[in-house]
């Protein structure tokens, strides 16, 4: 061991050698050229809930700075993100009346159905994917066909293949199935290709976990179940390998990508998945994990944009390649604030100062 090759010219003790990888961290400069992971706003997928009426925006409680809005307030909120440089959304509707049968869901006038038109019009080069589910449309909040109080599979899977194909119809260039119904990508399929739709993706939620961290969507698309829960068809949060094989099935079935919902307890899904199929994995940073920052922002607890920031730079460190995330207006601008900052030549503080442990 050399006691010379420490550097040391001070004068202090001789010390063993060892790597000095603090060198590479003494400045942004030096920070940002060795940065592995890099957000951008183009990594972002914006959710909008679409409700019937005019003039409506109404916040979500448990999601602050989230809105149900009605179709007269889409082309501004278009330009908005495409101003902030966003250039997708994906869409939830919540329907004037529900029914057992949730024909709400593929009604060729339907909230969703309108609100695809209204944004492609508005803004051809949105692209604008579409909630596939049922649960929006029932009254009893469940994903399908409800046969002695449970989820009938197969009757569930024509409805789902007939939103698929009235969304495509409507103008969406991407259509998402979150039913975690068993077949349900290759139905979609079916039906798309032979409605005249072969190059519409499906982008399937393939690994979608039975997750407490749906608590405040269920209130932004007011869909939560009369009675019962999803756990008979969403995943059990305590399986990966399962994950696995839901994913393998869906690209199987002909999905294009894959969503892994929620994001940031399931970092480990993400990253599997990311190593074990080459298509684009896409992470749904939930509203349970929007409204906990918010709230613990709320309370003065956390830095809100350094930890917003920080989750999502993690989730796309697992492996994501886009996030759907509540976070995507704010974060695109603190993102912006800071490149214009270091196009500036300010000191930058970062060798003196600490920034807490
Ligand atoms: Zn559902």
């Given at each position: 061991m050399s006691f010379e090759s420490n550097g040391q010219t001070d004068g202090t003790s001789a010390l063993p050698a060892f790597r000095r990888t603090r060198r590479t961290r003494r400045s942004a400069g030096l920070r940002r050229l060795v940065r592995e992971t890099a957000l951008s706003s183009d990594d972002f997928i914006y959710p909008l809930f679409i409700v019937p009426g005019e003039g409506v925006r109404h916040e979500i409680s448990s999601m602050p700075g989230q809105f149900q809005l009605s179709l007269d307030h889409l082309p501004d909120e278009v330009d908005e993100l495409r101003s902030l440089g966003i250039g997708s959304v994906l869409l939830f509707g919540i329907p004037a009346e529900k029914d057992a049968q949730a024909?709400?869901?593929?009604?060729?006038?339907?909230i969703v159905q309108q609100a695809v038109q209204t944004i492609k019009a508005h803004d051809p080069e949105m692209v604008v994917i579409t909630d596939v589910c049922a649960c929006e449309y029932t009254d009893h909040g469940h994903c399908g066909i409800l046969v002695n109080g449970e989820v009938d599979n197969d009757r569930t899977l024509p409805l789902l293949a007939a939103t698929a194909v009235s969304h495509a119809r409507a103008g969406a260039d991407v259509v998402a199935p979150s039913d975690m119904m068993d077949g349900r990508v290759a139905a979609i399929r079916q039906s798309l290709d032979e409605a005249g739709?072969?190059?519409?993706?499906v982008l399937s939620y393939a690994a979608k976990y039975a997750s407490a961290f749906y608590g405040p969507f269920r209130e932004a698309?007011?869909?939560?179940?009369?009675?019962?829960?999803?756990r008979s068809h969403q995943m059990d949060p305590a399986n990966a390998r399962e994950a696995m094989t839901e994913i393998a099935i869906d690209l199987d079935e002909g999905a294009d990508f894959v969503i892994v919902k929620p994001a940031l307890a399931y970092l480990d899904i993400i990253r599997q998945a990311r190593d074990r199929f080459d298509v684009p994995i896409i992470a749904y940073n939930v509203s349970g994990e929007y409204a906990m920052i918010k709230a613990a922002a709320r309370l003065g607890w956390i830095d809100e944009r350094r930890v917003t920031l920080e989750t999502l730079t993690a989730i796309k460190r697992a492996g994501a390649g886009r996030i759907i995330t509540y976070h995507a207006k704010e974060a695109a601008r603190w993102l912006a604030a800071e490149r214009e900052a270091a196009a500036t030549r300010e000191p930058q503080p970062s060798v003196l100062a600490h920034s807490g442990s």
């Open positions: 024909t709400g869901a593929f009604a060729p006038d339907g739709f072969p190059s519409v993706p698309a007011e869909s939560t179940p009369a009675f019962g829960d999803r």
